[in-house]
Nanobody
Framework: QVVESGGGLVQPGGSLTLSCTGSGFTMHYYTVTWFRQAPGKERVGVSSIGSFDGTTNYADSVKDRFTISRDNDKNTVSLLMNSLKPDDTAVYYC????????????????????WGQGTQVTVSS
């Protein structure tokens, strides 16, 4: 099970940090990916961190603004979101799968078997 936290309301240009905490398993051995889903739109991958070597991937829309990281002591994966835009408004979900994810699957929702309930991020003035 994974649990997200850290969502909220922020003004354009502001920052938020989302956290995904694993329960009952060691997240270091999992690929963990953040997805987001805006109203009326499909769930899309935002950023991923690979198991063991921590290889990171970012969607073009968030590259250079978002940073994903892992804290093994806390069994947590965090997503630091800077320079937030209204288009970043969505429910953000954390997903995990054991082992490495092929590049072709890293942002494919069906590839993941553990999902959190989601946390709302709203970017608005």
């Amino acid at each position: 099970q994974v649990v997200e936290s850290g969502g909220g309301l922020v003004q354009p240009g502001g920052s938020l940090t989302l956290s995904c905490t694993g329960s009952g398993f060691t997240m270091h051995y999992y690929t963990v990916t953040w997805f987001r889903q805006a109203p009326g739109k499909e769930r899309v991958g935002v950023s991923s961190i690979g198991s063991f070597d921590g290889t990171t991937n970012y969607a073009d829309s968030v590259k250079d603004r978002f940073t994903i990281s892992r804290d093994n002591d806390k069994n947590t994966v965090s997503l630091l979101m800077n320079s937030l835009k209204p288009d970043d408004t969505a429910v953000y979900y954390c997903a995990a799968v054991p082992g490495r994810a092929p590049m072709s699957e890293v942002f494919a929702p069906d590839f993941y078997d553990s999902w959190g309930q989601g946390t709302q991020v709203t970017v608005s003035s």
